[in-house]
């Protein structure tokens, strides 16, 4: 016969798990439906401002399309498989900034400050985020956001010391930044060194996944512009003086 104070004490231990399990689903609902709030105010606003700067900037991908043209021949557009929301692959538009012989490397590597894959236009594209502009597309599409994780090709890999590569997705935080859609620029792309290994930028993505609304959006993409103005996306420090600031305070 099972003793009543051993019997209670086993009854009282379900109660307070049953208790804990019905807490944390319901603040999984919750944070469900807070983000799904966030999501579609996202997808109103990035859907506006990509029809009018598809519409504004048309004059620009004449020029950047023959400046390509001229030092290295076609393709002027390059179309590269990117891992989306949830994990989900889409096909990304850029302007080809790297020479044709960079489009046949069987591994993925990121560019590298003075890399000399990139060609004259393109080191100008990239300083200017200008090679970029044809993920406006991406954007009105719902593949991308303006502001969000850099999008990550499928088999990225990261060069680490010794010239060691390790696959993107054994990286901690890589499954968490795709709650939401890759951007065209976010707190990783703006603030942290290009160089840096991707487990301290995947730590940025995160910490915009926890902080996202308009207004840091909208605060993002205004510092983006102005890092473009002054054509420094590719310095490895603070791309202006502003950024040491900072903007985020938790």
């Not at 590269?80 to 993925?108: D, T």
């Not at 088999?155 to 010794?162: D, L, M, R, T």
Request: aromatic share 12%; proline share 3%.
């Amino acid at each position: 016969m099972i003793d009543k104070n051993v019997w209670r004490s086993v009854t009282t231990a379900r109660e307070i798990n049953q208790s804990m399990y019905t807490e944390k689903r319901t603040f999984e609902f919750q944070s469900d439906q807070n983000m799904h709030s966030k999501l579609l105010y996202k997808k109103f606003f990035d859907t506006l401002l990509s029809g009018a700067g598809l519409i504004l900037s048309s004059w620009l991908w004449v020029i950047i399309g023959i400046a390509i043209i001229m030092e290295d021949g076609f393709p002027v557009l390059i179309r590269q498989s990117r891992v989306g929301r949830a994990g989900k692959l889409f096909f990304s538009f850029k302007f080809r900034s790297m020479r044709k012989c960079a489009l046949k490397e069987r591994i993925n590597s990121q560019a590298f400050e003075n890399d000399h894959r990139i060609t004259s236009v393109g080191r100008f594209l990239r300083k200017t985020a200008l090679d970029e502009l044809p993920q406006l597309l991406n954007i009105f599409l719902n593949d991308m956001s303006f502001v969000g994780p850099r999008a990550l090709l499928p088999k990225e890999a990261e060069i680490n010391g010794g010239f060691q590569y390790t696959k993107i997705d054994d990286v901690p935080g890589y499954e968490k930044r795709t709650a939401v859609y890759p951007g065209l620029t976010g707190i990783a792309q703006i603030y942290s060194p290009r160089d840096i290994p991707r487990k301290y930028k995947f730590k940025y993505d995160i910490l915009y996944i926890k902080k996202m609304n308009l207004l840091i959006d909208i605060k993002l993409i205004l510092l983006s512009c102005l890092i473009s103005a002054r054509g420094t996306w590719e310095k490895r420090h603070a791309k202006i003086g502003i950024l040491k600031r900072g903007i985020y305070r938790t």
